[in-house]
């Protein structure tokens, strides 16, 4: 089993920016891909970015050119570096593995670290 905890998450106006981090209960590296997910009220939870061991990313459309992911094995940490945030990126920010192109890779979740876009 693993667990992760999320942190960085506030309120900021649009046009700001935050800083997640995601620390893992064990060696991400074993892990393999990390990703972010958000999910924002009454929408599914979503993917917005992905990170392999050897350092590729990969970002939901809605996203890319904002954000940037990136991780620190050593530390078994992932961050979410968000910048330009829009309203829309008001969410619950979660980090979990992924399996395959999107999918979560443990059933179980973090409390997540809420963002919230408001002026």
């Known amino acids: 089993q693993v667990q992760f905890v999320e942190s960085g998450g506030g309120l900021v106006q649009p046009g700001g920016s935050l800083r997640l981090s995601c620390v893992a209960s064990?060696?991400?590296?074993?892990?393999?891909?990390m990703g972010w997910y958000r999910q924002a009220t009454g929408k599914q939870r979503e993917l917005v970015a992905r990170?392999?061991?050897?350092?590729?990313?990969n970002y939901a459309d809605s996203v890319k050119g904002r954000f940037i992911i990136s991780r620190d094995n050593a530390k078994n940490t992932v961050y979410l570096q968000m910048n330009s945030l829009k309203p829309e990126d008001t969410a619950v920010y979660y980090c979990?593995?992924?399996?395959?192109?999107?999918?979560?890779?443990?059933?179980?979740w973090g409390q997540g670290t809420q963002v919230t876009v408001s002026s």
């Open positions: 979990n593995g992924v399996r395959g192109s999107r999918a979560p890779m443990f059933d179980y």
């Open positions: 064990r060696n991400i590296f074993t892990i393999g891909n």
């Open positions: 990170i392999t061991n050897g350092g590729s990313t």
